[in-house]
């Protein structure tokens, strides 16, 4: 089988991590416009974000896909649904992600662990703390995304006027203001993410500092380069 290089197989994922900043910029639009036109378009960059790595082999079975989630995109908006499944997608990741995160605390490989391995080699985790470091950031980040999906819910449910709550006629126990759960479904709980990242980063370089460590750049590109494989776990070995 013919290999590809690291550097060509990184490309798409460059592409997508370029278009993912004009996401929120559109979902903020939908929600203050309230025009289903900019839910539409947040959710179909986000679909193409997510298909282009195969939409750039130029299957005919990965576009067959992409064009039949954006017809369907295309319908749910006429109906006005649009902008509902937007909402609905922080919440799905946050919970999604919590899941990933929680379901490998049973096992001997923390997903943490299988990120180290990938950036750094296996032999990383056998220096002194870094496999009980990895589990509990393991246990850090499922807690944080299981915590934030529960509010992100809340939120869903309660806003002020757009509120699921409301929509079907039903009295909201709490009124959150509608400003603030729009900028913090579209946005906010992405920031709060970005900034546990680097916090983590930060406190890990002074936890572990008896280690050398990764530049952030280095560790970000590396992650990009072996996501594939940090989905399978064991498979993850930086080669």
Same mark, same amino acid.
């Given at each position: 089988?013919?290999?590809?290089?690291?550097?060509?197989?990184?490309?798409?994922?460059?592409?997508?991590?370029?278009?993912?900043?004009?996401?929120?910029?559109?979902?903020?639009?939908?929600? %203050? !416009?309230?025009?289903?036109?900019?839910?539409?378009? *947040?959710? +179909? /960059? &986000? #679909?193409? $974000? =997510?298909? @282009?790595?195969?939409?750039?082999?130029?299957?005919?079975?990965?576009?067959?896909?992409?064009?039949?989630?954006?017809?369907?995109?295309?319908?749910?908006?006429?109906?006005?649904?649009?902008?509902?499944?937007?909402?609905?997608?922080?919440?799905?990741?946050?919970?999604?992600?919590?899941?990933?995160?929680?379901?490998?605390?049973?096992?001997?490989?923390?997903?943490?662990?299988?990120?180290?391995?990938?950036?750094?080699?296996?032999?990383?985790?056998?220096?002194?703390?870094?496999?009980?470091?990895?589990?509990? %950031? !393991?246990?850090?980040?499922?807690?944080?995304?299981? *915590?934030? +999906? /529960? &509010? #992100?819910? $809340? =939120?869903? @449910?309660?806003?002020?006027?757009?509120?699921?709550?409301?929509?079907?006629?039903?009295?909201?126990?709490?009124?959150?203001?509608?400003?603030?759960?729009?900028?913090?479904?579209?946005?906010?709980?992405?920031?709060?993410?970005?900034?546990?990242?680097?916090?983590?980063?930060?406190?890990?370089?002074?936890?572990?500092?008896?280690?050398?460590?990764?530049?952030?750049?280095?560790?970000?590109?590396?992650?990009?380069?072996?996501?594939?494989?940090?989905?399978?776990?064991?498979?993850?070995?930086?080669?």
């Amino acid at each position: 089988m013919r290999s590809v290089s690291p550097s060509l197989e990184s490309t798409p994922r460059r592409y997508a991590l370029l278009l993912l900043p004009a996401y929120p910029l559109l979902a903020i639009a939908g929600a %203050v !416009t309230h025009r289903q036109v900019f839910p539409l378009l *947040a959710l +179909a /960059l &986000l #679909l193409t $974000v =997510l298909m @282009l790595p195969r939409l750039l082999t130029f299957r005919v079975a990965a576009w067959l896909v992409w064009l039949g989630v954006l017809a369907a995109l295309l319908l749910l908006s006429l109906y006005g649904f649009a902008g509902l499944l937007l909402e609905a997608v922080p919440v799905l990741i946050n919970a999604l992600l919590a899941c990933w995160f929680g379901r490998t605390l049973g096992t001997a490989e923390p997903l943490v662990a299988r990120f180290i391995v990938a950036i750094e080699g296996a032999e990383r985790l056998q220096q002194a703390g870094v496999a009980d470091y990895a589990r509990q %950031v !393991t246990w850090f980040w499922t807690l944080l995304l299981g *915590a934030q +999906a /529960l &509010l #992100l819910s $809340v =939120l869903l @449910l309660c806003a002020e006027h757009s509120g699921l709550l409301v929509r079907f006629g039903i009295t909201s126990p709490l009124q959150v203001p509608e400003r603030w759960a729009a900028t913090w479904l579209h946005l906010g709980c992405y920031v709060l993410l970005a900034a546990a990242f680097l916090l983590e980063y930060g406190y890990r370089r002074w936890r572990l500092r008896h280690l050398s460590h990764p530049g952030l750049h280095d560790m970000l590109l590396q992650l990009a380069l072996h996501w594939p494989q940090l989905l399978r776990g064991k498979g993850a070995v930086a080669s």
